[in-house]
């Protein structure tokens, strides 16, 4: 357990901050939060079973296959048989749904790319420097 003033407990929460100033500074979106974090999982991970997906956003397997149909029907997402299991849909991305996690992502960073940039340059700096650690906080995360 970290103390109150340990400096991860401060990092933890300012990127927790962070994250919700991202949010709050995207590009409204027809798609749900849930929705928009299957695709992007979908994008990181390859086609996923549906049951897998439901696990990892954390929601019932009836809630996701709903979800799933709307994103289908959308056209970013198709249903491939799993190759172990036949009886097992895989999810995965179309072309349009990579495009639409593609643009995204970009716009996001373009955003708080400007913000970055009213930064001190040894602010800019220290968040660079920075970029390593992050990283692999990042890839350690599902």
């Not at 991202?22 to 549906?50: V, Y």
């Not at 296959?65 to 172990?84: I, M």
Request: aromatic share 0%.
């Amino acid at each position: 357990m970290t103390a109150p003033d340990d400096p991860l407990l401060e990092l933890a929460t300012t990127l927790d901050r962070l994250t919700s100033w991202i949010r709050r500074h995207s590009a409204p979106s027809p798609l749900s939060m849930t929705a928009r974090t299957t695709l992007s999982r979908l994008d990181e991970q390859g086609p996923t079973p549906l049951g897998e997906l439901a696990t990892q956003e954390g929601i019932s397997q009836p809630a996701m296959t709903g979800l799933v149909n709307r994103l289908e029907g959308l056209g970013l997402t198709a249903r491939e048989p799993d190759p172990d299991d036949r009886r097992v849909s895989r999810i995965l991305l179309t072309d349009a749904g990579r495009a639409l996690i593609a643009e995204r992502r970009s716009q996001r960073a373009r955003t708080l790319a400007e913000h970055l940039q009213r930064l001190s340059p040894a602010d800019q700096q220290a968040l660079v420097a920075a970029l390593p650690a992050l990283h692999h906080l990042t890839q350690d995360v599902s």
